[in-house]
Every structure is written in structure tokens, then in C-alpha cells.
């Protein structure tokens, strides 16, 4: 059975947006996996389709409805118990590779995106979702960032990449950013390429990548760093390299 994404939307013409391109639209013509849309209006009860209020306690802006939406919900979950019902919002745990593999590993997933000011805590709560967040920022609504985290799980699906490696060595693979990239021309204005990747040796190529992966990470994300070498308290782990410029 083909990895199942759910996304429960008030813009399902949305999707699938670019997920419709490339490799993950090729996946997803072929059957390698699935995506619906699911409009959140179909399961509102009044004549209007109305799926937000006001928020108790005052305030501006609107909230998403508990009944709607746990009817929503409901009706996803029992086309597929087994996946993971996800919430979209800043609030929750910040998306990384990690959870990314998780979730790919599984059956699929249920994204519910939300809008306004946000989703009444009780149905969060009555349903136990999970709540992931693509980034400290704030998006108009749960869209962009369902596209983002169903991106990243589809291409780690099997069939979707050609070469399984392209995925191992990329960054946050294994808790690093990713070495820098060249190809020809060889010298392109005034600038060459590292001679060690011209050399053929790939022993000593390897060990060229290597450390410009964690000396990029050491520059750039001194938390990945530390997180990459199990510790919390280290400076002289942030201390530039070598090969730092």
C-alpha cells in the first residue's frame, strides 16, 4: 500500500501545488503515493458552512470551530487509524529531519492546516495531535507548511530519489549541514575548483567532505554542532577550524 497523506484545508485547491512536479509529482502519478484534499466546509452543519467564531475571553481575529473540525477529523482518521494526525502551527515542535524519516517511515500522515487566529485547544487536546512547526515565523494559514513537510517526506520514499546516497549525504542527514558543491567548468572566473576533487582519490575526497560539512556546521549552526556531538556546554567545539575563512 502506497504512503497516504490527508490534508484537511480550508484551500484544498492548493495541493498539490508543486508536489504535483518533479520527482514527488512522478511518485504521485505512478501510485508510489497518495494525496487528498479534503475541504473543511463539508463538515460544518449550518447553512452558511460556517467553521470559525469569536474567541471567548475576547480578542481579535476568529477561531476554528471544535465541532467542525473534530468532524473532520473523524472522517480522515477512519480511512486511516494508523496514521498520525498532525497539527500545523507555530506552537508546535519545530519540524526536522528527524520526525521527517519518522513520519515517511510510517503509513502516512493526516495534516490539518490551520487559519484565523488558530484552533480551539479542546479538539487538540481531545485528539491528541501532534503539533509541528516549519519555523519561528508566522505563515497566513497551515498550507505552505504542509507543503513543506510533505515535501520533505516524499522524497524519502522508496522509488521517489534515484540514488538512495543523494539523500545519505545531503544536509541534516546525520546531524550536519551539507559540503559544498562543484562542477565544470573547472575555473570559472578566477575561481577553481578544490584541487582534492580532482585528484581521483576518493578516500581523500571523503575526508574532504567530511570536514567542510561540520566545519559549515560549526560556522553556521553552532546548535546543530553541539547537538551533533552530544554535548551542551563545550566552546571549544564552536572555535573555527582549520579551513575556516
Do not use: K
Amino acid at each position: 500500500m502506497s504512503w497516504h497523506a490527508t490534508v484537511l484545508t480550508l484551500f484544498p485547491e492548493m495541493f498539490p501545488g508543486p508536489l504535483g512536479l518533479s520527482l514527488a509529482g512522478r511518485g504521485l502519478r505512478e501510485g508510489r503515493w497518495r494525496l487528498e484534499a479534503r475541504q473543511l466546509r463539508d463538515f460544518a452543519t449550518d447553512r452558511h458552512r460556517s467553521v470559525d467564531d469569536t474567541p471567548f475571553g475576547g480578542g481579535a481575529g476568529m477561531v476554528l470551530r471544535p465541532d467542525v473540525v473534530d468532524a473532520a477529523c473523524a472522517d480522515a482518521i477512519a480511512a486511516g487509524p494508523d496514521r498520525p494526525l498532525i497539527y500545523l502551527t507555530p506552537r508546535g515542535r519545530l519540524l526536522d529531519q528527524a520526525l521527517v524519516r519518522e513520519i515517511a517511515a510510517g503509513p502516512g500522515c493526516i495534516l490539518l492546516c490551520g487559519r484565523y487566529e488558530g484552533l480551539d485547544q479542546r479538539v487538540i487536546e481531545a485528539r491528541a495531535m501532534r503539533e509541528v512547526s516549519v519555523g519561528d515565523y508566522v505563515l497566513s494559514g497551515g498550507e505552505p507548511a504542509a507543503l513543506v513537510l510533505l515535501d520533505a517526506c516524499v522524497r524519502l520514499l522508496p522509488g521517489i530519489m534515484g540514488a538512495t546516497a543523494s539523500a545519505e549525504e545531503e544536509s541534516h542527514a546525520d546531524g550536519l549541514l551539507e559540503y559544498p558543491h562543484y562542477t565544470r567548468p573547472a575555473a570559472w572566473q578566477g575561481r577553481a575548483v578544490p584541487e582534492v576533487l580532482l585528484s581521483g582519490h576518493h578516500a581523500e575526497v571523503a575526508r574532504w567532505r567530511r570536514a567542510e560539512a561540520e566545519n559549515a556546521t560549526r560556522q553556521r549552526r553552532p546548535d546543530l554542532w553541539l547537538r551533533h556531538h552530544g554535548r551542551n556546554s563545550d566552546a571549544s567545539l564552536l572555535v573555527p577550524g582549520p579551513t575556516d575563512t
